[in-house]
Structures are given as C-alpha cells and as structure tokens.
C-alpha cells in the first residue's frame, strides 16, 4: 500500500473478543470496549489494517466514538493506518458519512455458487457431475454461503447424493429466506396456460417471449423480456394469468406485499421497497408479481412515500437484472400514471375485458374438466345467454355453487342446477356497470386486448 513492500499488520476487533492480530491468545489490554479500540488506533504509530466488526451499533449509539471515528480520520492520514469497518446493516451516522467509503456485498453469483457446491460435495460419496451442478446452482441463487451450506446439508441428509431431483429442496430453503423477510412471498400454487381460458392475444404473446427470455445470456439487455403489465376488469383472470407465467417460464413466483411494505413493521416503506426488489434481484432467475400495483403508485400521489416507491420503481425497471420478469396487475387502471404505462417500462401493457361468449364457454368446460364432470353432457351452450357480461370469477362460483348443492343433496350435478344458478345471479358487470365502462374508455387506446377483436361482447 503507497509504495510499502513490507506487509502491514492486520488486526481484527469485536465486542467479544478485542482486538487481536491473527493467532494472538489474547486481546490487547484495554480493547475490549469500542472507545478502548480506537484510542489503540489512535495510540499506536505503527502501520496497521483494524477490521472492526459490526461496529455500526457503537457508531450509532456512542457520540464519543463518532467523535473518536472523525478524529482518527485525520489522525490515519498518510500513515497507511486503514480502518475497515464492517456490518450486515447499512447503518452510517449522518456525520459519517463523508468520512467512509461504502462498498455494499451483495450474494454470491453464480460462479461463486458454483465453485461453492463443488468444494462441499467433493467429499461425498458420490458427488454430483459438474452438469447436475450446473443444473442446481441457479436454485441457490440469492443465499449466502453459510444458508447455501445448510441447504446443501439438508438436501443430502441422511446420506442422498446431490442430483437433480434435488432442487425442490434446494427452492424450499429459499421459500424459507423469503418468508422471513416478511415483504415478499413465495407462490407455491402455479397453474398452466391450459388452465386459463380466453386471453389468446395474450397468451400468443407470452409464447413468444419465452424464448427471447431463454436466450437472455445470449441477448443485449433491450431485447430480453423485462415484464408485462396487465389491466383490467376484477375477476377476468389477472392473477390466474400471472401464475401460468411463472410456471410457463419454468420459473419460481414471488408476489411483493404491498401492504406489508407500508406497515411500518420493516422500516421506512421506499426502503423495504427497495430492500425487496434488489433481493429478487439476487435470487433471480425468477417472476415478481405486484399485485394491485396502483395501491403502490398513483397519479395522485407524487410526494411523500409513493412518490418516492414511483420514482425507485421507474427507475429500477429500467436498470435490473435480466433474469428477472415482473408481472403487475391493476384493477383501477385510471390511478396509473402515464410514465407507468409508457413503452420501455414494461414490454407491453394488456387490457382484460369480460370473457366472450367462447371464453366463458371454455371456461365453464375448465372448471367443470378439473373437478371431475364432464362439460358436454351439462349442456354448456344453453348458458350463454344467462352469462352475459359474466367474469370468469363468477363462471367458476357459479360451477362451485352447483356442485356443493348436488354434494349437500347426495346427487350429481345437472344442467338445471347451472342454469337456475346463473339465472339468479346478478353480475358484476351490472351492478357496477358505470365503472366497467369508465375502465374500457380509458384502456381504449392505452392497452393492448388480451383477447382478439372479433366477437367482443358488450
């Protein structure tokens, strides 16, 4: 360091131990407490490197050693005596702050995971291949090494070599990372495209974008998917649309809780906003879902705590990861701000109408298939005209209504059960029909229809 080819010492300092240089037995007299370490920095002029560990409560809590801090800044100056001061927490007194250089750590790529993997399963009795650790190392992606140990562990317990059948357990401990931090939660509940009915623009669209997500490694970064935003009606299927991407894209879902966010309870909202969005990062490839993502960011509101989550969130969607595709959904899409929707933040913007009447068709053929009833001998057709203007939400109530009836009855659901269901039922479509219509007038030229033109009903 500055032109010194001898060695300078270095010594490490905790609360626990002292000071001590490597192999010291005990600590230097008089270190133990975080004022006594820096008048022995203060003290000695001799060169040294001091690694002072989770020293951020003592600058937080101590005036005094602030001041100590701030002196020895000048004191150190030229004197290759360099403090290194390190935290799990970003926690720098404001004083400070000019004085330090901050250099966050962020967790292990994949390189690093990988090379991880193979030192701590070398031993094993069979250890796995260089391609099932190629395979695996992406599950491991957001965790330390320690938590990347411990998965490891467990997932070989009781003797099991590591292969590929291995990664559900390996995803398990990262559900568990996840659900700590208590603003994002894992979706164990996937669906399938097959699963959702209607929705082909969209759909067609999805398909294609898979493989320029695939090939992402091989891209440059404008061209790899970034997200897809979808608007529209309650109960038409949003949510159900964004799990079948995550398993579409062979990929794990985390929907952010925004509610959780603004609770207080982990700290100033934009920072958990923040906090969560660049841990996604870290353990992509993955999907984020927002849900009801104008409860986070309206038009209305361009100060304060939103203001500051909105100017973060444009920003951050424009610079992350491309291994990360973000699905938001909105119900009051007239809250979004216009540089919410504009091109460049998302690939492109959907508008979920009300099912025609061959979606709900396919629909009600979805619901009754997966429970068990075949949908040709219910007389599907003869519904339509009592399901007008019916979301697919309400299509499958209506099929869970029947077959509950029929289970309290001890018989098998029949065409009458469906019919006179959805001929009592009253529609969302109608009892907010204002709404409705206020949504497709502004979604009229702002959004693509997730569902073709022809045979859009009214």
Not at 99 to 111: K, M
Not at 159 to 165: I, R, V
Not at 422 to 439: D, F, G, K, Y
């Amino acid at each position: 360091m500055q032109g010194h080819s001898t060695a300078i010492p270095v010594w490490a300092w905790s609360l626990t131990e002292g000071l001590r240089r490597p192999g010291d037995a005990t600590p230097q007299p008089g270190t133990e407490s975080a004022t006594g370490v820096l008048a022995f920095i203060a003290a000695t002029p001799e060169p040294g490197l001091y690694h002072l560990k989770d020293f951020h409560e003592a600058m937080r809590d101590s005036a005094l050693v602030r001041r100590h801090l701030r002196d020895l800044y000048v004191t150190c100056a030229d004197r290759n005596k360099f403090i290194v001061i390190t935290s799990p927490i970003h926690d720098v007194p404001e004083e400070l702050e000019r004085s330090l250089a901050y250099v966050e750590l962020r967790t292990p790529d994949i390189t690093e995971i990988t090379a991880f993997v193979r030192d701590e399963t070398k031993g094993h009795a069979q250890p796995p291949s260089d391609e099932v650790i190629a395979q695996l190392a992406p599950a491991l992606l957001g965790l330390t090494l320690e938590e990347t140990r411990y998965t490891l562990r467990r997932a070989t317990a009781g003797g099991a070599p590591l292969t590929e059948e291995s990664r559900p357990a390996l995803l398990e401990e990262k559900r568990l990372l996840v659900s700590r931090g208590g603003v994002l939660e894992f979706v164990s509940t996937p669906t399938n495209m097959e699963a959702v009915g209607g929705l082909e623009n969209m759909k067609k669209w999805l398909l294609e974008r898979r493989k320029l997500f695939d090939l992402r490694d091989s891209l440059s970064k404008e061209i790899v998917p970034k997200g897809v935003l979808m608007m529209g009606i309650p109960g038409c299927g949003k949510s159900l649309c964004v799990k079948a991407i995550s398993a579409h894209f062979q990929l794990p879902l985390y929907r952010m809780d925004m509610v959780e966010v603004f609770s207080g309870r982990h700290g100033k909202p934009e920072t958990a906003f923040a906090d969560a969005c660049h841990q996604m990062e870290d353990i992509a490839p993955a999907v984020l879902w927002f849900d009801e993502i104008e409860m986070a960011v309206t038009a209305n509101e361009s100060s304060g705590e939103q203001g500051r989550i909105f100017a973060f969130f444009l920003t951050w969607m424009q610079e992350k990861t491309p291994g990360l595709f973000v699905a938001a959904t909105a119900n009051r899409i007239d809250l979004l701000p216009a540089e919410m929707i504009r091109k460049g933040r998302f690939d492109e913007v959907f508008f979920v109408d009300l099912p025609t009447e061959e979606e709900r068709t396919e629909i009600f053929r979805i619901h009754l298939s997966r429970r068990g009833y075949d949908p040709d001998a219910l007389n599907i057709p003869q519904l339509m005209e009592f399901t007008k203007g019916w979301t697919g939400a309400e299509v499958e109530q209506c099929v869970v209504s029947a077959i509950t009836k029929a289970k309290l009855a001890d018989t098998s659901v029949n065409p009458q059960d469906l019919l006179t269901l959805a001929a009592r039922s009253v529609p969302l479509s109608r009892t907010m029909r204002e709404q409705i219509n206020h949504i497709r007038a502004w979604a009229f030229e702002r959004a693509i229809k997730a569902t073709p033109p022809k045979g859009a009903e009214r």
